[in-house]
């Protein structure tokens, strides 16, 4: 059991089942299902079992019409349903109860199952899954110049193109926007909408205009990724976060005033609100500071202090801190001394940091969404890009020549003080597995992307999402084109244009001051 439970987790996109669940789960759904059975032991398992992985994320948005499961035959109390459903080897792949012969290669088996949910919506099963034929040509030019509530996409494409099904499938869980698909051998309908190239999509707006989309690359992840961005549309939520407050409103029926902001840019009011918090809030929550949790924070405003690239006054007191905390002999800190020092002290002296919270990029459309993580995580990306960009900047300090200075110093803060503990210990399970195989600063600002990322696709659909700012795999296509690649139907990071993309962004220069009284 041992062996399966590192073959899947559960925090892999994948339903992993048993005797126990299998026919209640799979037999009451309203999605078909790709099952997996395998073998724990199974060296071909173990090897195939990242393509799943990949597979199952890939398609994660697709759970509505069909969901992705495994079964390890291997495992004692599963003996017997594997043996009723006859598996002999390992391992086998059962569309709902189908067999079929994947030849693994996940851009088929991924076809395989567009394939089989279009075959069976015709019998109107299963019941999640949209319609996935063409839609007639009358129907579409029906909608030219007429107003409606939500978006049309039309996706053009050749008669043996997957990208509009799968597109159709990406965007199931999001509303405000309905795709259709239309094959390009309807010469009437590519000469009314202007349509040369394939495959194209065309968009009909709420307000009665239509143009065709403008995208930089024609791949279904840009494709998707685009509509999922259009203004309005947004992932269908929960009952209960459907009550959620509109965007100004704090949730206490008081407006607060709502500040237009830029996506491609960093703001500094976001970052010293979050430095505001952090020293004034979440660590004043602790009376004393001593041993680990002691040096744990002075390593924090020693990488702070030397890295950010912040206004003169905010860099000096946090240096001014830095001097103090070095300077005093003491095992144990109490943490009021540390307050009295960021409060009084140093605005005596000209030197300070804004008391009130400020959120701009980090705005949400409710008081208790984004805000403070999100002001974190931006901190770190800064510094992790700013250790990337002035190799010098860490000298003297003790960390100099550690392309780890910034990771580690996080880690031991998240671990420590930051208030989430799921958080902290995601966060540290993350960083056991690979924070190691960081050799260079650049290698430190990837490794930061991607475990975002995989925090991002976790949280993607759960509760923390604001409505507003849907998480997503980062940057989207419209911030880094280039970015974004596609390899045998899988979609594929440039993490070298990323890493350009990232030093860029978080770079000093892109810090707007707009907002920072
Ligand atoms: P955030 O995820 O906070 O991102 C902030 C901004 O960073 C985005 O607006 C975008 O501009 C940029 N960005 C997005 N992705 C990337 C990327 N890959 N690389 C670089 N920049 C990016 N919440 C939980 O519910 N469960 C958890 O386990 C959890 N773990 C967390 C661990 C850490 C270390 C931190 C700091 C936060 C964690 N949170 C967790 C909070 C959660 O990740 C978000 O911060 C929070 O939900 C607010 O989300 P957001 O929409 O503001 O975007």
């Known amino acids: 059991q041992a062996q399966s439970a590192r073959l899947y987790t559960e925090e892999d996109p994948v339903v992993i089942l048993s005797s126990d669940s299998l026919k209640q789960t799979v037999f009451n759904s309203s999605s078909a299902w790709l099952l997996q059975f395998y073998s724990s032991w199974c060296g071909h398992c173990i090897q195939y079992s990242p393509t799943w992985k990949a597979l199952a994320g890939d398609v994660k948005d697709w759970a509505q019409a069909i969901r992705i499961g495994v079964l390890d035959c291997a495992h004692e109390k599963n003996f017997d349903i594997c043996k009723e459903f006859g598996i002999h080897f390992y391992p086998t792949f059962r569309v709902c109860f ?8 996940l851009q088929t088996v991924r076809q ?15 019941v999640g899954c949209p319609p996935l034929d063409p839609a007639r040509s009358e129907d579409i030019l029906s909608l030219m110049g007429k107003k409606t509530e939500f978006y049309t996409a039309v996706i053009v494409e050749d008669k043996d193109s997957y990208i509009g ?3 159709i499938l990406d965007l199931l869980p999001y509303e405000g926007l309905a795709v259709k698909r239309t094959l390009s051998s309807d010469k009437l309908l590519m000469e009314e909408l202007g349509i040369t190239s394939v495959p194209s999509v065309y968009l009909f707006h709420p307000n009665g205009t239509h143009t065709i989309m403008n995208v930089q690359k024609r791949l279904r992840f840009f494709f998707s990724s685009f509509l999922k961005l259009l203004p309005g549309v947004h992932r269908k939520q929960s009952t209960s976060s459907l009550q959620r407050p509109q965007p100004g409103n704090n949730g206490q029926g008081t407006q607060v005033e709502w500040k237009v902001f830029e996506k491609s840019k960093v703001y500094m009011a976001d970052l010293e609100s979050g430095l505001h918090y952090l020293l004034r809030v979440e660590l004043a929550t602790h009376k004393t500071l001593e041993g680990e949790e002691l040096k744990t924070f002075k390593d924090f405003v020693t990488v702070v202090a030397k ?14 801190l830095l001097e103090w905390l070095v300077s005093l002999p003491l095992e144990k800190i109490p943490y009021d001394a540390i307050l009295d020092l960021v409060n009084n002290k140093m605005r005596i002296s000209g030197l300070y940091l804004g008391e009130q919270v400020q959120w701009v990029g980090c705005q949400g459309s409710s008081v208790a ?12 990306h800064v510094l992790t890009v700013q250790a990337a960009n002035r190799p010098d900047a860490l000298a003297n300090t003790g960390f100099e020549d550690d392309p780890l200075a910034v990771l580690q110093t996080m880690r031991r803060y998240i671990g420590t003080f930051f208030g989430c503990q799921e958080c902290g210990k995601h966060f540290e399970e993350m960083a056991q597995e690979s924070v190691n195989q960081v050799k260079t600063v650049d290698e430190a600002v990837l490794w930061l992307w991607r475990k975002h990322n995989q925090v991002n696709a976790r949280l993607a659909g759960s509760m923390s999402e604001d409505p507003m700012f849907p998480k997503t795999q980062w940057p989207t296509p419209d911030l880094c084109p280039t970015c974004h690649e596609e390899q045998e139907g899988l979609h594929v990071w440039n993490e070298q244009m990323v890493l350009a993309f990232l030093k860029q962004h978080y770079g000093a220069s892109n810090i707007s001051l707009k907002y920072s009284s």
């Open 98 to 105: 189908d067999s079929f012969r994947a030849d693994r290669e």
């Open 112 to 126: 395989l199952m567009v394939n089989f949910l279009q075959n069976h919506t015709k019998q109107d099963w299963p």
């Open 165 to 167: 099904r799968e597109v």
């Open 307 to 320: 890295l950010f690239p912040g206004r003169q006054s905010v860099v000096k007191l946090l240096e001014t």
């Open 369 to 380: 969404l984004r805000g403070y993580p999100c002001s974190l995580w931006t901190l770190f």
